[in-house]
């Protein structure tokens, strides 16, 4: 075991693997830096890029890239109030005032150093408790992988969105997408009509580029055109005003570690997502602030904790990934895709048969978060100019690279148009209220979901029927035990939500 | 009331699509000659899928239904209506579908007629321009810089050939 993770950790200490990471962090935080570039935007626009790439370049560089587009989009939510991401909204509410006040300097840093805590916390728990999990994993026979996809869909369509309804009819949306293609047992015709393109089903990164990027520069060119020009800010030249003191990191300390700890326990759930997670990391530093008046005015906590909880999210939603080959949610299924175009199947196999590669993952997000950290530094006084840029120059840019960057996975013309089509499916179901992650888990776990609940059906009909088979799996029988206590819970909680929402007009909230 | 009448008539509109898919796409788009009887059958998942969105359609149905019942007549009130679109977001959604079509003639047409480059050149500049930049040498010059760019990392960092379009292969330049 030793000797695999020297194997590893050499694999992402190489000069190239270092290089890789290095202009992945880079790249990622000028990219999400730019307003109206999400982070997992820039990161689907990035992806087909590191195909060209050895494996130990590519992958580093990937994850790179996504630490620092989430980075870079906490710079777009504090400098001019548009977070780069969902997740950074939270950091708007003091980061905004903070720049308005001429301390954005820093609120940039104090994102910073939360980010890199928040990642660096939840990157050691990913590592202690993934190889638990797939050793648990390993006995996972198909019964099993069906009620852990089933239950991760369950969890994606009841917590994903304000409406659960559309949240279930964009989950099982995604279950018809991933079916289209060559039936999985039969090799029999599926949804194809013909066309070969689609025998070997719709591509994953076209249509992550399209519901991811596309449909989103759609939703902001909606906006008026005033929206769409550049905005200015203006930094304080005090020094103090662009520094985060060590006295005052001490007195964050306490915040950092309860936001953080908040921040993985919610990625390590699926269908929760950064964005809860960095709310209820808020709303947690203001509870125990002894200033609480100042949340909202420009309170340094008030950056700190949502910074460190979003950034804790992206290290424990890949324990699911790596445990279980599962994605839980958006960054860990654009992670998977980059994985697989690299020849990575995640899984408890993996880390069985064949765990250099984990480790060198592990490796390489360690040191991803220090890469982050130093040149998240020297990019703060150049952010000014990033956020500046304006929209009506840039979405088109993002049009033309995105179907650049899908022409390129396979050179294949089609997938140029799925990732057109992708977007605009992905803009009409944002315009309907219709939420698109669930789609694209549903979409991804389709294959593993069908396949294991084939086989489970065809194993319960060479024996002696259903109870026997589930008697004679303990593990089955525990997370059969397991998911139903934790769904009579969820449900409890959604009824209990619906009720207080409706009490007043008796019309449900989310209607 | 605009804004309950909006996610009913959504409903519906689901409920009708799930129809339409399991009673005629599925049987014309799925192959089930060769099913094992044991199996399940390439048409379960997509049968389950439309069977569960029907399902959660019809909750939701019921769920304003009930709703309405139990709010009677004060329900209504103008404190649920939903906010007719202002102009400016009837203009943003115009917007944005001259963009998608726009994008549907370079996927569908000018990339294969006319080549990536040329194509994305000539989108380039188009979507600028609907977007409000006005000044002409600006919007040329951002189209070319930025196909420049795109040509320079895929053919020659990337080594990689993005397509040339028949018109110019036809022609021999490419």
Known sequence: MLNDILQGMSLALHFDALLGIVIGVAVGQVLGAIPGLTASMAVALLIPFTFYFDPWVGIPMMLGMFKGSLFGSSMAAILIRTPGAPAAAATVLDGGPMADQGKGGKAMQTALVASVFGDTFSDICLILASGVLAAIAIRFGPGEYVLLIAFSLLTLASLSGKSAWKATVATLLGLVFGAIGLDPMLGSERLTFGQLDLFDGLGLIPVLIGVLAVSEVFMQMRKPLTHLASKTVEFSAKREDNRLSWLEFRRLLPCLTRSSVIGTIVGALPGLGATIAAFLAYNDARNISKTPEKFGKGAIEGVAAPEAANNAVSGSNMIPLLAFGIPGDVAAALILGAFLIQGITPGPVAFHANPVPLYAIFTAMLLANAVNFGIGKAFIPLAKRMVAVPKRLLFPGVLIIASAGAYAIRGSLFDVQLTLVSGAVGYAMLRLGFPPVPMLIGFILTPILEKSLRQTVLVVSAADGWLDYVLSRPVLMVLIVLFAAIAVMMLRKRMQFVRQSTGASGFPADE | ?174
Do not use: H
């Open chain 2, 1 to 174: 009331m605009r804004a309950l009448n909006s996610e009913a008539m959504l409903a519906v509109a689901v409920l009708a699509g799930c129809a339409l898919f399991s009673f005629v796409i599925v049987p014309a788009g799925v192959d089930t000659a060769f099913a094992d009887p044991r199996d399940l059958g390439p048409r379960f998942i997509l049968d389950i899928a439309s069977a569960g969105m029907a399902v959660a359609a019809l909750a939701a149905l019921a769920r304003i239904g009930f709703g309405r019942a139990r709010a009677g007549e004060e329900a209504g009130a103008d404190g649920d209506a939903a906010a007719p679109p202002t102009p400016e977001e009837r203009k943003g959604a115009r917007r944005v579908l001259i963009v998608l079509a726009a994008l549907g003639v370079y996927a569908f047409v000018l990339i294969d007629l006319i080549g990536f480059y040329v194509a994305s050149v000539v989108t380039l500049g188009a979507v600028t321009w609907l977007l409000g930049e006005r000044r002409t040498l600006l919007v040329a010059l951002y189209a070319l810089v930025l196909t420049a760019s795109i040509y320079v990392l895929f053919e020659i960092v990337l080594q990689s050939r993005l397509p040339k379009g028949w018109i110019l292969q036809a022609a021999g330049l490419s």
